[in-house]
């Protein structure tokens, strides 16, 4: 089954969450390829001892490829990076505050793969959120990538959500699946204004003031707080890469 793993993480979360989740993830699926998108701080210096520690376990983890950014970006950006460097058009994407137990029975990749191979959906989410969450790159060419005018951390999920309604005219479906915990840490970078909970406020603002506007009567609502319809178009984000998969055979 080819699919590819995502996981966004940075330094303050390095030994508590990320390195955990990844050795579960190869205790489990040993040969799956991960993509590591390693965030900068917003405001301070790359720790050179986390860039040590992050590769040294990367380095000895088998079919693990990171990304190391020296400066805070964007959680769009990331998870498009991690997209597009990927190899498989289907992508599981991670935060990196899950865990996985690998002791069990019927462990969480065994019913994913599941899901996997009957959902008719080539986009889904996992136990109704966004922290756990499979993207097809052709889906993604189709509705936009995640905008990265969102340049903390923040409603690039229900952004995504409302313009892949409007592509498809249909919802994002959700699957159940177990043996994975969402810790939803309140750890975050110290170094950008916080709005709700670790969300930087200028998504939030962007979004509310910028890109849609509140109605009262239409519009969609989708994972907004109301209904809304867009105000701002969307960007034209990564053209290349539909010439790219086209013709990348042609090499």
Do not use: C
Not at 83 to 89: A, G, I, K, R, Y
């Amino acid at each position: 089954m080819n699919y590819s793993i995502v996981i966004t993480t940075f330094d303050k979360r390095f030994e508590a969450f990320f390195k955990p989740l990844l050795l579960s993830i190869k205790q489990l699926r040993p040969n799956i390829e991960v993509i590591v998108m390693v965030n900068g701080p917003a405001k301070a210096d790359f720790d050179p001892v986390f860039r040590s520690n992050a590769l040294d376990l990367m380095i000895s983890t088998p079919v693990v490829y990171p990304t190391i950014f020296p400066n805070f970006q964007s959680l769009a950006k990331l998870w498009n990076r991690g997209v597009l460097t990927s190899s498989n058009d289907r992508v599981l994407i991670l935060n990196d505050d899950l865990g996985i137990d690998p002791n069990v029975e019927n462990s969480f990749f065994d019913q994913f793969e599941a899901v996997l191979n009957y959902a008719s959906n080539k986009t889904f989410t996992i136990n109704g959120s966004f922290s756990h969450f499979v993207v097809s790159r052709e889906d993604l060419i189709k509705v936009g990538f995640f905008d990265e005018r969102l340049l903390g951390l923040g409603e690039e999920d229900g952004d995504f959500y409302w313009r892949y309604h409007e592509t498809f005219d249909v919802e994002i479906p959700s699957f159940e699946i177990g043996n994975i915990d969402n810790v939803h840490s309140d750890i975050t970078d110290g170094g950008y204004t916080k709005g709700i909970r670790t969300a930087a406020k200028f998504n939030r603002e962007f979004v509310k003031t910028k890109k849609y506007q509140d109605l009262w009567f239409g519009g969609y609502k989708g994972m907004f707080d109301k209904r809304v319809k867009k105000i701002l178009p969307d960007e034209n984000q990564y053209p290349s890469e539909v010439f790219y998969q086209a013709n990348k055979h042609l090499l």
